[in-house]
């Protein structure tokens, strides 16, 4: 059973998704936008135990940290393949709750500003598909080339725009690790020059879409060397 709940923003409160959550057969679950709940739902919700494979919560402004903590702790099961928790501000903490979802395919993690990415370490990330990190500002360098090495050569779409600790390192490190990869977006990414551009090219050969709009350090002349390798 799929329920989806975004369109209807307006009108859907704590009472109304605690019925919802009465459906023992619900698979896949989309709360995004519901700005009325409150994290009184999102503690009943951990407290399912649903096997969902999908939950989407984009945007679900009225819930402390502390519930979603509790919901990735009850919810994530593994039967899980797609995480979207973007504009939730998630903390590394709750990231850790994350670990046992050992078939998820596709996160999204998006605008979480606090976020280091130290949690993402506990994650078993061996068959994630698409990874969504877009506007996590203190994400750092380190967590990323850890989370890369265990994405591996599943991972296909990447969206790290606006990502201070995206450097020609990162780039390097998919090109040589990520060989599959598809889809790559550095918009914004002010640390990236030639060189990294240059050694993703050289690497990656699967590459289809690349968004580089806004890296002030790539050249035409990086570009061009880039596309005729």
Known sequence: MRCGLGRLWLGVHDLGLAFVLTAVQLKSLDISGCHQLTDRTLHLLSQKQLSLKHLAMRRVARVSSNAIDALCSGVCSPQL???DLSGCNLSDCALQQLKSMSSLRSLSLAHSKHMRGSGLADIDCGGLELLDLRGCSSLTTT???SLIDKCGRRLLKVFVPLCPAIDDSILAHLGTTCT???V?????CSQLSDEGLLELARQCV???QLNIAFCPRITTEGVIEATGL
């Open 81 to 83: 393949t797609t995480l």
């Open 143 to 145: 967590a990323l080339h």
């Open 180 to 182: 599959n990869l598809h």
């Open 184 to 188: 790559l977006d550095v918009y914004g």
């Open 206 to 208: 699967t590459l289809v």
